[in-house]
C-alpha cells in the first residue's frame, strides 16, 4: 500500500504502519487474519481529505509478536489500544478518528472507552461488541464461528493445529466459498497479490498471537465489558456501524441494538457484501463513512 511507511516502539513493542494524506487524523484498524493492506482499495481515496494511518496490529503483519503471558493481558484489546494511543500520540496525534474492522473494530470501540479524550469519532466495521458474542451465542452461531472457542483452547493446541493445514485454514478464514451462497462476494474480494500478502505473515508468530488475543477476548476483554456495563460506562463518540447484509452479524444479531447498550451517539446499517467490508464493498463504504466523518 503507498504511503510512508514507519515503525515505532509503543507500549513495550514495535507497531509497523503506514501515513499517507493531509487533514484531520483517521486511524484504519485492520482485522483478523489481515494486516494494514485490507484498506488498499479505500486509503488513498480517504487520504485526499485525511491523513490517514494505518497500522498493523501488535500480534499481526511487521508489528511485535511478543510471547503471550499467562493472564493473556498483553493482547487484551485495552493494551492493543494502548499501543495505538502511543503510535499516534509519536506522530503528533492527540485526538483523531477511528475505524476498526473485525479485531481491530474492537481495539477501536475499547479505546474509545477507555480514552474519551483521544477518540473523536468511531467507525466499527461488522463487528458487536465481545459481550453479545459470547452472552447471544446460539448453536448456530458456534457452529459459524467456531474459531471463538476453538482459538481459545490453552496452547498449543490450536496453534498446532492450524499449522498443521495453514494454507487450508488461512483460505477459510478469509470466508472464501465459506458459506457457499450466491451473494458471497468473498471469493473476488482478494486479489492474488493481496492474498500472498497476507498468507506470508500467516506464520508461526502471528497464529499464537491470534490465539492470544482470542483467549484475552475470552477472558480479560470479556470483562472489561461487563465492568462497563455494570457501571454504565458507555462510548461518547459519534459512532458509526456498518455490517454486511450477506454476512453473520447480520444474520446472528440486530446491531444497533447490541451497540446501542455500549453508546446513546449510534448510527448505521447494513451495505451490500460479506465480511470484508473495505475489500468487498470499497465504494459503497466510502460513500457511508465520509459522510460520517
Not at 140 to 150: C, G, M, S, T, V
Request: hydrophobic letters at 40%.
Amino acid at each position: 500500500m503507498q504511503g510512508e511507511e514507519f515503525n515505532i516502539q509503543a507500549n513495550g513493542v514495535e507497531i509497523h504502519g503506514v501515513r499517507m494524506g493531509q487533514g484531520e487524523p483517521l486511524l484504519l484498524l485492520h482485522g483478523h487474519p489481515e494486516t494494514c493492506l485490507m484498506w488498499h482499495k479505500v486509503a488513498p481515496q480517504l487520504a485526499e481529505r485525511f491523513t490517514v494511518v494505518a497500522t498493523d496490529l501488535r500480534g499481526y503483519g511487521d508489528s511485535g509478536k511478543p510471547e503471550g503471558l499467562p493472564d493473556h493481558s498483553n493482547y487484551s484489546k485495552r493494551t492493543m489500544a494502548e499501543d495505538q494511543i502511543e503510535v499516534m500520540r509519536a506522530l503528533g496525534f492527540e485526538r483523531f478518528h477511528v475505524m476498526g474492522h473485525d479485531r481491530g473494530a474492537r481495539v477501536a470501540y475499547r479505546m474509545a472507552l477507555d480514552h474519551p479524550e483521544a477518540v473523536n469519532k468511531l467507525v466499527l466495521l461488522d463487528i458487536v461488541s465481545t459481550y453479545d458474542m459470547y452472552s447471544l451465542s446460539t448453536r448456530e452461531f458456534a457452529k459459524a464461528l467456531f474459531q471463538w472457542y476453538f482459538f481459545t483452547q490453552e496452547a498449543p493446541l490450536p496453534e498446532d493445529m492450524i499449522l498443521s493445514s495453514r494454507k487450508q485454514f488461512f483460505r477459510y478464514s478469509l470466508h472464501i466459498a465459506r458459506y457457499h451462497s450466491e451473494n458471497d462476494t468473498s471469493a473476488e474480494a482478494f486479489p492474488q497479490d493481496v492474498y500472498d500478502e497476507y498468507l506470508r505473515h500467516y506464520n508461526v508468530e502471528t497464529i499464537h498471537a491470534i490465539c492470544e488475543e482470542y483467549r484475552a477476548g475470552e477472558t480479560v476483554d470479556l470483562a472489561l465489558d461487563e465492568e462497563d456495563l455494570r457501571a454504565g460506562r458507555k462510548i461518547r463518540a459519534e459512532t458509526l456501524v456498518l455490517w454486511g447484509a450477506n454476512g453473520l452479524v447480520e444474520r446472528f444479531f440486530r446491531p444497533l441494538e447490541c451497540w446501542a447498550k455500549f453508546g446513546d451517539h449510534i448510527q448505521g446499517h447494513n451495505l451490500p457484501c460479506g465480511h470484508f467490508i473495505p475489500e468487498e464493498a470499497p465504494l459503497p463504504m466510502l460513500e457511508a463513512v465520509e459522510n460520517f466523518l
